[in-house]
């Protein structure tokens, strides 16, 4: 069997285990375990038998809905790779739509705080791209926490473990923050998720009051950290297109406005906090 063949027929059997990319999946995992790119799979000789064996391993875990990002070990997101896998969230593709615009909102020398960081996805990314900004990053989770620091080594980023909402947590920055950003649980306990979502943390995920238990608080933390002028930017389930902003504005925030994904789903809300008269 060649490559080609042996990604075909995985392909077959992801499309029928309902994944949503079942070709593009194959072809990761097939470069994953051949350690060739993808399009080199198309001429490559066949795989050993035990390249085959540990590759066809991978894709019945892949048809059972596991997260290809916890099969290779990795998920892209933007310009870099992250190290991902069981008790982390897997960075998703919309939140780089989140990391564009606080790129945009991030003065030169500015300081971040990136609340429910996760793998570390946003802070990794605004401290690799912006390297003039001072990054922390906040996660109470431990487990997901080992992975939030073996992310951050070397980006010059803080990782914090402690709960983001806490008064004392970074109360040394109160005042002084430019930019807060947080893709922090969100997805009402009601809403039925993707298979793959299951494999997530579930204190990653689901949140209680309609979604909103972390947000609502949260909001007020990123009031504290925030100098006057600040900016605040969260992502949050397309059920809170317009409770997001009115949540900004009930905490001090103006400019409160809410911005959609490339699907055209609400994603991400955006506020600046009130000037001092």
């Known amino acids: 069997m060649t490559w080609a063949e042996a990604v075909a027929a995985a392909a077959e059997r992801l499309a029928a285990a309902g994944v949503a990319s079942p070709r593009v999946d194959a072809e990761l995992l097939a470069a994953h375990v051949s350690g060739l790119k993808r399009a080199q799979l198309l001429i490559a000789d066949g795989p050993d038998a035990g390249r085959l064996a540990q590759f066809e391993a991978l894709v019945a875990r892949r048809a059972t809905r596991e997260p290809l990002q916890h099969l290779t070990g990795s998920a892209a997101f933007r310009y870099g790779e992250l190290a991902v896998g069981p008790g982390v969230f897997v960075p998703r593709p919309e939140t780089e739509l989140l990391v564009d615009w606080a790129l945009e909102h991030l003065p030169k020398g500015g300081t971040v705080i990136d609340a429910c960081s996760g793998s570390g996805a946003v802070a990794y990314s605004i401290a690799t791209e912006r390297p003039d900004a001072r990054v922390w990053a906040v996660e109470i989770d431990p487990d997901a926490f080992e992975w939030l620091e073996s992310n951050l080594e070397g980006t010059g980023a803080v990782p914090v473990l402690a709960d983001a909402v806490a008064p004392g947590t970074l109360a040394e920055l ?15 306990f009601e809403i039925e998720v993707a298979p793959e979502v299951e494999f997530d943390p579930s204190g990653a995920v689901y949140a209680a009051e ?5 947000i609502q608080p949260l909001a007020v933390r990123a009031a504290r950290w925030l100098r006057p002028g600040g900016w605040f930017g969260f992502e949050h389930d397309d059920t809170h297109g317009t409770v997001a902003p009115e949540i900004l504005r009930v905490s001090g925030f103006t400019d409160a406005e809410d911005h959609d994904d490339l699907a055209g789903r609400p994603r991400f809300a ?8």
């Open 174 to 188: 109160d005042g002084q923050v430019d930019l807060v950003t947080a893709n922090p649980p969100y997805v009402p």
């Open 210 to 214: 309609a979604g909103l238990a972390v």
């Open 270 to 277: 955006t506020g600046r906090l009130g000037l001092l008269p």
